[in-house]
C-alpha cells in the first residue's frame, strides 16, 4: 500500500510537492537537529513554504524570526503572511535609513519599528540579515526561518545565529551565488570563508542536517523545466507542474516575416527562440542586440499576445508588466531601457539577472551574457547568471544572441583554479552554457537586421 502511494505521488505533481511539503514540516517541528535544508527550483513555492512554515509553528505557540536577504524580500513575505493570515501578529525589523514598502500600511497586524524591543512578543518578527547582524541583548528565538539561504554568506550567518536554537534554510540553490564586493581568495577553502554560502558552510559543518528538495516548478512550464533541471540541477531534478498543451501563447495579429515576428513564432509554438545575429565582437552595449531585443518586446505587444493557462479560464492579454528583458550587465539594461522608450514601450521590466531574481513572467527576452564577446570571463560563464535569465518564464523565453558562442566556449574551456577545501559546483558555467545552447539551436532564427 505504502509503495503504491508512493508512486501515486510521484507521478501526480500536486501529490509529490504536498508530500516533500509534509515531511520539510514535520522535520522542521519535530526533527532533533538544529537545522533542516530546503533546496527550491525556480518557482517550486518557496515563498509559500516559508508562509505555511511560519503559520504552523506560531499556530503551535511558537514565536519565530524570519531572516530575508532584501529589504523588498522582507516586505515581500511581510505582505503575503498577513494576507494569509490576518489575525498573526507580526513585527517588521527596519532601518533608520529603509522604511519598510507603504503597502504593509494596510495590514492592521503588521507593527513596524526599527528596535527589536518594540518587536519581542509578536509571534513573528522579519528583518533582512544586515538588520538582524546588529540585534544584541535578546532572549534567542526558538525557530527560525531563514530565506534565500543561498544567497547569504556565512559571515552574514555567523553574526545572526546566536539569536535562535533552531531553523529552517530555504533557497535555490541554482541561482546566483552571493555577492562580496572584496575579493575573497585569500580564504579560499577555509572552514570559515566568510564570502562562502551560508548553506554551503552549514552543511559542511553539519552534514547530519536533514535535507529536502521541493520537486515541482509551478513557474516553468513542461517545455522549459527538463532544460533548467538538466543544465542547472542535475543532483536535485525537479519537474513542471503542468503538463505539455497546458499553457499556451498566442498571437492575433500574424507574422509580418522579420526576425523578431519569426522568433516569437518559434517562442509560442515551442517554449523557446534563439534570434542570432551575425557573429562579430561587439562593444558590451552592442547597439544591434539592444535594439533587437527592444524589436521584439515592441512586436510582442503589437500583435496582441494572448496567454493561456491554469491560472485562468479564458485567454488572458499579455500585457507590459508580465514582460521582462534580463540582461548580465547595467549599462545593458539602461540601453536596453533608452531603445524601449524610443520605441515607446513603457511598463517592461529591464534589469539585471541579479535584480529579477526571484521574480516572474510570462515572457521574458534575454541577451546572452556571451553574445559579442571575444573573451569567456569567470563573470559571464557563473552558472546562476545563466540559470537566472533563462527561468523567469511562465510561458516563453527568446534569447538574443550573436552567432559564434558555442566556438568561443571551445576556445575558452573552463580553466578556474583548483582550491583545496572548496566545494566544487556542478555543473559549471561552461557545461550549462553548453547545453542550453545545444537546445536553443533547435529553435533558431538567423537574422541580419
Known amino acids: 500500500m505504502a509503495s503504491g502511494t508512493g508512486r501515486e505521488a510521484a507521478s501526480d505533481p500536486a501529490r509529490a510537492a504536498a508530500a516533500a511539503t509534509e515531511a520539510i514540516l514535520r522535520d522542521t517541528r519535530d526533527s532533533p537537529h538544529r537545522g533542516v535544508v530546503v533546496d527550491s527550483p525556480p518557482g517550486a513555492g518557496k515563498s509559500t513554504l516559508v508562509v505555511r512554515a511560519a503559520r504552523e509553528l506560531a499556530s503551535a505557540g511558537e514565536q519565530l524570526m524570519i531572516v530575508a536577504q532584501t529589504n523588498a524580500q522582507v516586505d515581500d513575505l511581510v505582505d503575503r503572511l498577513a494576507t494569509a493570515d490576518p489575525e498573526l501578529a507580526i513585527g517588521r525589523l527596519h532601518g533608520s535609513d529603509s522604511p519598510p514598502d507603504p503597502v504593509l500600511e494596510r495590514h492592521t497586524s503588521v507593527v513596524k519599528s526599527t528596535k527589536v524591543a518594540d518587536l519581542r512578543e509578536r509571534q513573528v518578527v522579519i528583518a533582512t540579515a544586515a538588520k538582524w547582524g546588529y540585534v544584541k541583548g535578546v532572549e534567542p528565538w526558538r525557530h527560525a526561518i531563514v530565506d534565500e539561504a543561498y544567497q547569504m554568506r556565512s559571515d552574514a550567518l555567523l553574526r545572526v545565529a546566536g539569536l535562535f536554537e533552531r531553523a529552517l534554510f530555504v533557497g535555490d540553490p541554482g541561482q546566483l551565488d552571493p555577492f562580496s564586493v572584496v575579493g575573497a581568495e585569500q580564504w579560499a577553502g577555509l572552514s570559515y570563508d566568510p564570502s562562502a554560502s ?252
Open 198 to 449: 551560508a548553506v554551503v558552510t552549514l552543511l559542511a559543518h553539519n552534514p547530519q542536517l536533514p535535507q529536502h528538495r521541493l520537486p515541482v516548478s509551478w513557474r516553468l512550464p513542461a517545455s522549459a523545466a527538463p532544460l533548467i533541471s538538466d543544465a542547472f540541477y542535475p543532483y536535485t531534478p525537479f519537474r513542471s507542474g503542468t503538463a505539455p498543451g497546458e499553457r499556451g501563447l498566442s498571437f492575433g495579429v500574424v507574422s509580418d516575416g522579420s526576425g523578431p515576428d519569426r522568433v516569437l513564432d518559434e517562442a509560442a509554438a515551442s517554449g523557446w527562440g534563439l534570434l542570432e545575429l551575425p557573429a562579430r565582437h561587439t562593444p558590451r552595449t552592442d547597439p544591434e542586440a539592444v535594439a533587437a531585443l527592444a524589436q521584439v518586446v515592441r512586436r510582442l505587444l503589437d500583435r496582441g499576445g494572448v496567454t493561456v493557462s491554469e491560472r485562468a479560464e479564458d485567454p488572458v492579454p499579455l500585457t507590459a508588466d508580465r514582460i521582462a528583458v534580463g540582461t548580465a550587465h547595467r549599462d545593458q539594461a539602461a540601453a536596453v531601457r533608452a531603445a524601449l522608450a524610443r520605441l515607446g514601450v513603457t511598463g517592461v521590466a529591464v534589469d539585471t539577472a541579479n535584480r529579477l531574481q526571484g521574480r516572474e513572467f510570462d515572457v521574458t527576452v534575454v541577451l546572452h551574457p556571451l553574445s559579442g564577446r571575444p573573451d569567456a570571463t569567470a563573470f559571464h560563464l557563473e552558472t546562476g547568471r545563466l540559470c537566472v535569465l533563462a527561468s523567469r518564464h511562465r510561458h516563453a523565453c527568446v534569447v538574443v544572441c550573436r552567432a559564434g558562442v558555442t566556438g568561443l566556449l571551445d576556445e575558452h574551456p573552463s580553466m578556474e583554479p583548483v582550491q583545496l577545501g572548496v566545494m566544487v559546483k556542478f555543473p559549471d558555467g561552461w557545461e550549462a552554457n553548453h547545453a542550453v545552447l545545444a537546445r536553443l539551436s533547435e529553435h533558431r532564427i538567423a537574422w541580419h537586421p
